[in-house]
T-cell receptor
Framework: EAQVTQNPRYLITVTGKKLTVTCSQN?????MSWYRQDPGLGLRQIYY???????DKGDVPEGYKVSRKEKRNFPLILESPSPNQTSLYFC???????????????FGPGTRLTVL | GDSVTQMEGPVTLSEEAFLTINCTYT??????LFWYVQYPGEGLQLLLK???ADDKGSNKGFEATYRKETTSFHLEKGSVQVSDSAVYFC??????????WGAGTKLIIKP
């Protein structure tokens, strides 16, 4: 089954304790992205990657890191989480074929993070 | 920069009512337009899309027409069901192939 998986689904942590949210896709997609979703603010992009070893900042990258060492994985790293990073996080992927402008973006189920 | 504006929610309707969720956009050129839906506790999934002016996207009884003259892509359904309760996001793909998202509209359907 084609899917994007994220782990963990729920996480409660404390300020300053480094954490990683994993994201994996099995569709051989070139493009992967991380978003955060907050009430009234919709989806805001954190980082994205067009291919292995290529990453770029989105709209709200501060306090986050990513890496793209393999095509299927795109982990999100919070080196020193703070309460304002409490949010619902989504990973997504899509193909960048020659008609990639119109390719559907697939989302993971989300990770609800609470930073105390 | 490019932007998408959606009507604020929540939108509350009775079952079998007619639905319209407004979406307007600002963009250079003629971007592809999308509606995504997020059911409770799930990630977003593509509902429909339109890639050029006057295109009509449709799926699951929902429709949206790409209106260049009014820069709009309103979502409509003739008769909603309780199972349509979800958050609906309008989006466009900009010239850098990035998706620009609206804030989302929560739809509540009462039996």
């Amino acid at each position: 089954e084609a899917q994007v998986t994220q782990n963990p689904r729920y996480l409660i942590t404390v300020t300053g304790k480094k954490l990683t949210v994993t994201c994996s896709q099995n569709m051989n997609h070139e493009y992967m992205s991380w978003y955060r979703q907050d009430p009234g603010l919709g989806l805001r992009q954190i980082y994205y990657s067009m291919n292995v070893e290529v990453t770029d900042k989105g709209d709200v990258p501060e306090g986050y890191k990513v890496s793209r060492k393999e095509k299927r994985n795109f982990p999100l790293i919070l080196e020193s989480p703070s309460p304002n990073q409490t949010s619902l996080y989504f990973c997504a992927s899509r193909s960048l074929s020659t008609s990639g402008r119109y390719n559907e973006q697939f989302f993971g189920p989300g990770t609800r993070l609470t930073v105390l | 920069g490019d932007s998408v504006t959606q009507m604020e929610g929540p939108v509350t309707l009775s079952e079998e009512a007619f639905l319209t969720i407004n979406c307007t956009y600002t963009a250079t050129g003629y971007p592809s337009l999308f509606w995504y839906v997020q059911y409770p506790g799930e990630g977003l999934q593509l509902l429909l899309k339109a890639t050029k002016a006057d295109d009509k996207g449709s799926n699951k009884g929902f429709e949206a027409t790409y209106r260049k003259e009014t820069t709009s892509f309103h979502l409509e359904k003739g008769s909603v069901q309780v199972s349509d309760s979800a958050v609906y996001f309008c989006a466009l793909m900009d010239s850098n192939y990035q998706l620009i998202w609206g804030a989302g509209t929560k739809l509540i359907i009462k039996p």
